[in-house]
């Protein structure tokens, strides 16, 4: 047979499975209660397209690759899940940023002063820049951890070196 006949994924290259959010080693996988739960709805979505995948017979390379992908992502989740470590922010000392915590920063100088910066401290995996969720790795979480209220710290952010206040720590 031609090779112009066969499918280019039928050349059996090993499928890309895509990382979790990093995770450094050795730091526990610090979760809040919200975070185990997306966790585990994140497993039943990955299961329930599985199974939707198992039965689908058409393309058996297809198939095949597709449950490569998914058997690795629910490895690596499983694998997350299992080491989760659940805080319950609510269980937080209140006047300390901790995990969980919502911190509200204001620029004093550097950068453009009176700024106001808020973030929740938040697991790896359920970090969202866009929602204002920061992973605890991240280095502002790290910066800024252990502070208290109205506590200054000199932050590097970039290229940019900031003083900034602690002016509210919230754990809802």
Do not use: C, W
């Not at 490895?75 to 937080?92: C, F, H, K, T, W």
């Not at 359920?126 to 929602?131: H, L, P, Y």
Request: overall charge negative; hydrophobic content about 40%; aromatic content about 4%.
């Amino acid at each position: 047979m031609s090779r112009a006949f066969v499918k280019e994924d039928d050349a059996g290259e090993a499928p890309i499975i895509p990382p979790r959010a990093a995770l450094p080693a050795g730091v526990p996988n610090y979760v809040r209660p919200q975070g185990l739960e997306k966790l585990r709805t994140e497993l039943e979505e990955l299961e329930s397209e599985r199974t939707i995948v198992e039965a689908n017979r058409e393309n058996d390379a297809d198939r095949t690759r597709q449950l490569t992908i998914l058997n690795g992502k629910l490895s690596a989740l499983n694998g997350r899940i299992a080491s989760a470590r659940v805080i319950d922010p609510l269980e937080q000392t209140p006047d300390e940023v901790r995990f969980g915590a919502t911190v509200k920063l204001r620029t004093l100088s550097g950068g453009k002063p009176g700024t106001i910066r808020q973030f929740t401290i938040v697991g790896v995996d359920e970090a969202d820049v866009t929602q204002g969720l920061i992973g605890f790795v991240a280095p502002i979480a790290q910066a800024v951890t252990g502070a208290k209220f109205g506590q200054k710290l000199h932050l590097e952010l970039g290229r940019v070196e900031e003083e900034v206040e602690v002016v509210e720590i919230k754990y809802s």
